[in-house]
């Protein structure tokens, strides 16, 4: 089992919609999470970390932990065209081991 | 430096050939850390440093795959006698020291080998 599980997707909404993208971990130690974006051919960059149970609103972006289920989702409200991306999630770990997902592709479509 | 610097872009080895990344990390950070990501698929992880120090190379897929950081700054990722499989874009990335720290990451090294 990997460490961060992700759905691949394709994941389509249209302009406008909620996004919503999902990730478990497996290791109960897990410290800190994030999301990253990432554009084709381009690195990932860092959109929200979250490190403690509940929701972390930034923007249009907010994160949800928990920690009881490995559990940890993004939202995306009021979608645009340009946040059509891969978002990965990731996972540290004590010892500052990071793990990324393979993650889901999203399209919002004007 | 603004950002995590890394070289060469873009490279086409001939397999066999050994091959040299370079990564330079943003000013002040004390980890840094290499992935390797196959086209539509994660940044797998293959080695991190803190300072000098490569505390964990579990992710490195076999001994042709050596990295060093020898004054704890700039990281060099040697490939010896690439193999096809070794194709892939190579992401260099640094963080402050400790756990929790965001790491950012440089543009990547984007490995071909014919």
């Known amino acids: 089992q990997k460490e961060v599980e992700q759905n691949s997707g394709p994941l389509s909404v249209p302009e406008g919609a909620i996004a919503s993208l999902n990730c478990t971990y497996s290791?109960?130690?897990?410290?800190?999470f994030f999301w990253y974006r990432q554009y084709s051919g381009k690195s990932p960059e860092l959109i929200m970390s979250?490190?403690?149970?509940g929701d972390k609103e930034d923007g249009r972006f907010t994160a949800q932990l928990n920690k009881a289920s490995q559990y940890v989702s993004l939202l995306i409200r009021d979608s645009q065209p340009s946040d059509s991306a891969t978002y990965l999630c990731a996972v540290n770990l004590p010892g500052n081991q990071f793990y990324f997902g393979t993650g889901t592709s999203l399209t919002v479509i004007p | 430096g603004a950002g995590v610097s890394q070289s060469p872009r873009y490279k086409v080895a001939k397999r066999g050939q050994d091959v040299a990344l370079r990564c330079d990390p943003i000013?002040?950070?004390?980890?840094l850390f290499w992935y390797q990501q196959a086209l539509g698929q994660g940044p797998e992880f293959l080695t991190y440093f803190q300072n000098e120090a490569q505390l964990d190379k579990s992710g490195l897929p076999s001994d042709r795959f050596f990295a060093e950081r020898p004054e704890g700054s700039v990281s060099t990722l040697k490939i010896q006698r690439t193999q096809q499989e070794d194709s892939a874009v190579y992401l260099c990335?640094?963080?402050?020291?400790?756990?929790?720290?965001?790491?950012?990451f440089g543009e990547g090294s984007w490995l071909t080998v014919v």
């Open positions: 290791d109960r130690v897990s410290q800190s």
């Open positions: 000013s002040g950070h004390v980890s």
């Open positions: 979250i490190y403690s149970n």
């Open positions: 990335a640094s963080s402050l020291q400790g756990s929790g720290n965001t790491i950012y």
